[in-house]
């Protein structure tokens, strides 16, 4: 296995990245406690638009790794991330720093729950929630669909599947596995024909 100096970084040298072991602890540690209710708008507010230690591009790429990983997503994500930078050591630090804390509290937050879960304030509390992360999400699509007029394929090619994708999940309440399976599937498939000489 290569030194950790040595593992590829990005398309630019230039860009930044986490300086330690502990940087990649602490920053998936502060993500993981601020993405209740869904983390995917704030790691890649974080991860793009503030530390900038991925390109809005390779966000899209290793979310969509993540996604058809078995496990959850963002944890998928943060072993990307530290295997990225520091290799296997980078990916433990930042799958330490994804859950060890969140696992205290949502610890915690499970044994107030069975005591509180009955009051009707609690329900409505939840629902609310509910709401601001569905909206958080929204938000997020909104911002990574500028980055489908870099992608290989044309914009006119590529808005359908995306409204296929949204149809299918949100509308039919298909399956995710098989709608990646299907339109994943001829996407990469349409993506790699365009690309091949």
Same mark, same amino acid.
């Given at each position: 296995?290569?030194?950790?100096?040595?593992?590829?970084?990005?398309?630019?040298?230039?860009?930044?990245?986490?300086?330690?072991?502990?940087?990649?602890?602490?920053?998936?540690?502060?993500?993981?406690?601020?993405?209740?209710?869904?983390?995917?708008?704030?790691?890649?507010? =974080?991860?793009?638009?503030?530390?900038?230690?991925?390109?809005?591009?390779?966000?899209? =790429?290793?979310?969509?790794?993540?996604?058809?990983?078995?496990?959850?997503?963002?944890?998928?994500?943060?072993?990307?991330?530290?295997?990225?930078?520091?290799?296997?050591?980078?990916?433990?630090?930042?799958?330490?720093?994804?859950?060890?804390?969140?696992?205290?509290?949502?610890?915690?937050?499970?044994?107030? $729950?069975?005591?509180?879960?009955?009051?009707? =304030?609690?329900?409505?509390?939840?629902?609310?929630?509910?709401?601001?992360?569905?909206?958080?999400?929204?938000?997020?699509?909104?911002?990574?669909?500028?980055?489908?007029?870099?992608?290989?394929?044309?914009?006119?090619?590529?808005?359908?599947?995306?409204?296929?994708?949204?149809?299918?999940?949100?509308?039919?309440?298909?399956?995710?596995? $098989?709608?990646?399976?299907?339109?994943?599937?001829?996407?990469?498939?349409?993506? $790699?024909?365009?690309?091949?000489?």
């Amino acid at each position: 296995m290569n030194a950790p100096d040595s593992l590829p970084l990005a398309d630019d040298p230039d860009q930044p990245r986490p300086q330690s072991l502990s940087d990649l602890f602490f920053s998936f540690t502060w993500l993981a406690l601020q993405g209740f209710g869904g983390v995917l708008a704030v790691i890649q507010r =974080e991860m793009v638009e503030r530390k900038r230690w991925l390109t809005p591009e390779q966000f899209l =790429e290793d979310w969509a790794v993540a996604q058809i990983m078995p496990g959850p997503n963002v944890v998928n994500l943060s072993l990307m991330v530290g295997g990225r930078h520091f290799g296997l050591p980078g990916a433990l630090a930042a799958l330490s720093g994804m859950l060890a804390v969140p696992l205290l509290i949502v610890l915690l937050l499970g044994v107030l $729950y069975t005591g509180l879960g009955d009051h009707p =304030e609690m329900a409505g509390a939840l629902r609310g929630m509910a709401a601001v992360s569905a909206g958080m999400i929204a938000a997020t699509g909104i911002k990574l669909a500028a980055a489908l007029a870099k992608h290989p394929l044309p914009l006119w090619l590529t808005l359908p599947l995306v409204v296929l994708g949204v149809l299918a999940v949100a509308v039919l309440r298909l399956p995710l596995v $098989y709608v990646l399976l299907v339109l994943g599937g001829l996407g990469c498939t349409l993506t $790699y024909r365009k690309l091949s000489p």
